[in-house]
Nanobody, 129 residues
């Protein structure tokens, strides 16, 4: 199994930027995909974006497309979520997730929380208006 640790959350004004990091350890050699999700109080966990680990292909939810970018440092087994032009509605706890068991990396599968077998503890992002 893959263990994940997020960092980089905080408080930012609307229009500002934050970069989240997610460091992976454990069975990182078997990772197929890394995803980012977010969850605000009282709401369901929402897909943000994902990256296919071997090819580096990325895709994003429509709500963040053009504002958020996923990148990685493969040598450090770390994936990043660069968030620009932040809005109050981006406020949530952000989680990174790893898919390391089934190898199903279609965009549809990668947008579903149940496709992932490892989760980080989450990091709070608060955007003030």
């Amino acid at each position: 199994q893959v263990q994940l640790v997020e960092s980089g959350g905080g408080l930012v004004q609307a229009g500002g930027s934050l970069r989240l990091s997610c460091a992976a350890s454990g069975r990182t050699f078997s990772m197929y995909a890394m995803g980012w999700f977010r969850q605000d109080a009282g709401k369901e966990r929402e897909f943000v974006g994902a990256m296919q680990w071997s090819g580096g292909g990325t895709f994003y939810a429509d709500s963040v497309k053009g504002r958020f970018t996923i990148s990685r440092d493969a040598a450090k087994n770390t994936v990043y979520l660069q968030m620009n032009s932040l809005r109050p509605e981006d406020t949530a706890v952000y989680y990174c997730a790893a898919e390391s068991l089934r190898g199903i990396i279609t965009p549809q599968a990668m947008s579903v929380p149940d496709s992932y077998d490892g989760w980080g503890q989450g990091t709070q992002v608060t955007v003030s208006s």
